[in-house]
Structures are given as C-alpha cells and as structure tokens.
C-alpha cells in the first residue's frame, strides 16, 4: 500500500512539475504527499500553501491525476482531510488568456471582439463567430475569453467545451437516458463557448439538440461564442437554418500572421520559456511556417530543448540542424531557381553574391530575393547564405524594396513578371 502510495505521488509530481516551473514547483510541491480516505488526496504542510495550489494548479492537478487514471482531492497533511468545495465553473487554461495572447494585423479583428464579449454581460453580438485554419489561436482566445469571464464574474455559469465533447455528452446522455440533465446542464449556462464546431458538420442529431439549446440561449440573451475552421455558410454538413443562424451575430476570421506577428509571437513564447535567443534565430525560425502558430511554437521548444538536453548553446547553426527536416527540399530547388535566374538577368552568380553596390547589381539582387521568397519560400537567412553570406536583415530589406519597386515602377515590375513566368 505504502509503495502504490509512493508511486502514485511521485508519477503525479512527475507529470506536474514541468508544466509549472522548477521553482514554482519547489515552492508549492516541496512539501507535498499523499494520502487516502475514500479515495486519494494531495496533502500540504498548511492551509495557506493547500490554498493556494487548489487555487492556482487544480487544472493541473487534475489533469495528470486523470493520466494516471485516479480522481484526486486536496488537503492538510495530518488533519481530518478537508474537502475542496465543490467549485460549479470549470476552471479555464492559466495559459490561454488575453495577456498571452499576442495581437497584430491578422487576428485583431477577433482579438477585439473577444475581449469585448469577455467583459461586458451585456450583450453587444450573439453569437460571436470565429472562424480560421488549425493553429491560429481559435481555442486559445476561446480560452481566453472564458478565463476572464470566469475571473471578473465568478458568479456566473461558464461552459466551454469542443463540439466533439458535446456530441459524445448527448450521446452518453441518450444511453443514460438522461437526456434532461443534458439539457438542463447547457441551458442554463450564461455563457457557452463551442470550439471547433465543424465536428459537427453531418452529425444530424447531436445539430438539432445545440439548435434548440441555441435558440434557447439566445432567447434568454445568454452569450454564445463558436469557432469553426470555416466561415458560418461553408462549413461542410450543417444544415441551412443553423447555418444561417451562426452567422447572426458577428463573424470574425483570423488570418495567417503577418512575419512581424510571427516574430513577436515566438519571442513571447521564448521569454515564456525563459530563453534568450538571437534575433537571427528568432527569424530563421519564424520562417518555418508561415501558417500555424502551433507550428512554430512546436519549432521554438525542439531547438530550445535540443539546447538544454545537449548542454550545447543555441545558435543559428543549431536551429537549422534541429528544424532541416521542416524545411523539406526546398534549398535544393532554390539553387536551381537562383541560377537560372541569373542566366535570364544575364549576370554571373559570382557578381550577385559579390558586394557591389551598382544600381544594376543591386536590382538584380532585389528580383532574385523577391522571387526566391516568393516562389520557394525559403528563409532570410537561408537566401543571405546562397547570395553570398550576407545579413539576413539585408535580404529582408531587399525584399521590402523589391515589393516597393514593383508598385511604383513598372519597367520593374514587366522584368520581376517575366522572369516569374520563365521560372515557373
Ligand atoms: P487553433 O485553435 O486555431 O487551432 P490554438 O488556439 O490551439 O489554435 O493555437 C495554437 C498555439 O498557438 C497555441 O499554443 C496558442 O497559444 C498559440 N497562439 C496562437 N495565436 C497566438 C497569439 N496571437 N499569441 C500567442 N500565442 C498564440
Ligand atoms: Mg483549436
């Protein structure tokens, strides 16, 4: 009994520690230990440190309890155990919240919306759409939205779950036969936040209980917050009155990020982490993908992983090792583009990559930037190596000058054109 005891407490302090931090951990978890009495509980030393992580870390501690496959309680060590209260909310992501959430161009439009709904009961759009491709931060201002509302408002009923979570909740409800309790449950929530609602999209009975539960909603002016991957009308499956219904309120998109958002992205996740790391690299990896956040944060933590693991220091060179398999065969196929760009400019790669500042030599180096960036969308940095190791914030000002260029002249534009045409 004693050894499981152990084992259990030590898998579950395994399993929470890095999510929280080494030194958090030490201060919270250092005195901690298990116990059981009906079922096990997480005893601290006193009320004050139990307090506190119930406050702070039950997410966490629920959810590595739930990947050992055992519910768990907090208490004091040594005393009768006390309870925790039974709280009616869910608790949201310490991590998916406004502060954290960076803005630019592409999702402000969203931003905005949500922090509006977030603190204002009042109703001001119903419900609120949002809509954009996996790994733009959907269930991240999902999160967000409900973490704060849940804050300024404990009093009021919050539930956020995934369209895939509610269909299999009515499902389970169904062969429960506890169909009201379902309904009840979602009925009276004041604010419910469905993520990823194309799921839903050909499920026709699990859509005809949220479209009752929907009007139902909006009747009693309670706020509804949907993501989806499309807009209201395409999303694939879902009947026409719903559709149409979704788009009600207002309807927001999220876009790609913008290279500037990507690169302030990663360096918040990267002081997050409690790295330093170089512009430079900061760049390289904010080229890896230009279409998901996820991606890139998932690129920033192998290379800052492979640095600690290592006990190497993380440079450029590390990055581009650890990350090469990201960037397919591209550099390959880049090579082949720049030289057949500089048969059809009629100027030797040697000149290109050499420093003249001649204005010929120097459009020459703007087109094959511009076109190497646009047609293989290799890095700065990795163009900066191939016309001959220059500084990648020169590369990306070539490109800013190419893209100038050919808006306001247009014999540079008729040249940068065809040259597109002959290399694709
Ligand atoms: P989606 O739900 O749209 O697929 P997520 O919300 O899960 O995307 O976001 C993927 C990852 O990218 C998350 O770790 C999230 O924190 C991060 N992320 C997305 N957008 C931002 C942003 N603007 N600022 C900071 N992190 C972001
Ligand atoms: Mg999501």
């Known amino acids: 009994m004693e050894k499981a005891h152990n084992e259990i407490l030590s898998a579950l302090l395994t399993d929470i520690k890095p999510k929280i ?4 951990f030490k201060d919270w978890f250092g005195g901690a230990d298990i116990q059981y009495n009906n079922g096990y509980v997480l005893v601290f030393p006193n009320k004050f440190v139990s307090e506190w992580v119930g ?4 997410g966490y501690i629920n959810e590595s309890a739930e990947k050992i496959g055992i519910s768990i309680k907090i208490g004091i060590i040594n005393q009768q155990i006390e309870v925790q209260k039974e709280k009616s909310n869910q608790k949201f992501s310490e991590d998916y919240t406004f502060e954290n959430f960076v803005v630019g161009k592409s999702n402000e439009m969203a931003y905005e919306a949500a922090k509006r709904i977030a603190s204002n009961t009042q109703i001001v759009f119903n419900p609120l759409f949002i809509y954009g491709n996996v790994g733009l931060g ?14 300024q408002f404990p009093e009021q009923k919050i539930a956020y779950l995934s369209a895939e979570k509610f269909m299999t909740s009515f499902i389970k409800a169904i062969q ?24 839903l999209g050909s499920k026709e009975a699990t859509q005809e209980e949220f479209f009752h539960t929907f009007n139902i909603l909006l009747e009693q002016k309670k706020q509804l917050i949907i993501s989806a991957d499309q807009p209201p009308s395409s999303l694939p499956g879902v009947e026409a009155r719903l559709s149409s219904r979704l788009g009600w309120g207002l309807v927001v998109d999220i876009h790609p990020p913008t290279f500037e958002l990507r690169v ?9 982490l409690g790295v330093e790391i170089e512009e430079e690299i900061i760049h390289y990896i ?7 956040i996820r991606e890139l944060e998932g690129a920033l933590i192998r290379v800052v992983k492979q640095s600690e693991w290592m006990n190497i220091p993380l440079t450029l060179t590390l990055a581009e090792t650890v990350l090469q398999n990201f960037q397919n065969s591209k550099p390959k196929n880049a090579e082949e583009i720049l030289k057949k760009m500089c048969k059809l400019m009629e100027m030797e790669l040697e000149t290109l990559q050499g420093s003249s500042r001649q204005r ?25 190596k191939m016309i001959g190791n220059k500084d990648h914030t020169s590369i990306m000002y070539a490109e800013t000058q190419a893209k100038k260029l050919k808006k306001e002249d247009p014999i540079f534009q008729s040249e940068i054109e065809k040259l597109e045409k002959e290399l694709k």
């Open 138 to 151: 959907k269930t991240h201002l999902m999160n967000a939205i409900a973490h704060y509302r849940a804050k």
């Open 360 to 384: 010929p030599i120097v459009r020459a180096r703007q087109k094959a930037v511009y076109l190497l960036r646009s047609l293989t969308g290799i890095s700065y940095t990795q163009i900066a």
């Open 264 to 272: 302030s992205i990663l360096k918040a996740k990267a002081e997050k």
């Open 55 to 58: 406050n702070h870390y039950l």
């Open 176 to 199: 429960q036969k506890s169909v009201m309790g379902f309904k009840d449950e979602f009925r009276s929530v004041d604010m419910l936040l469905i993520d990823d609602f194309q799921f």
């Open 21 to 24: 931090g080494e030194d958090a």
């Open 286 to 292: 904010a080229e890896i993908s230009r279409n998901s």
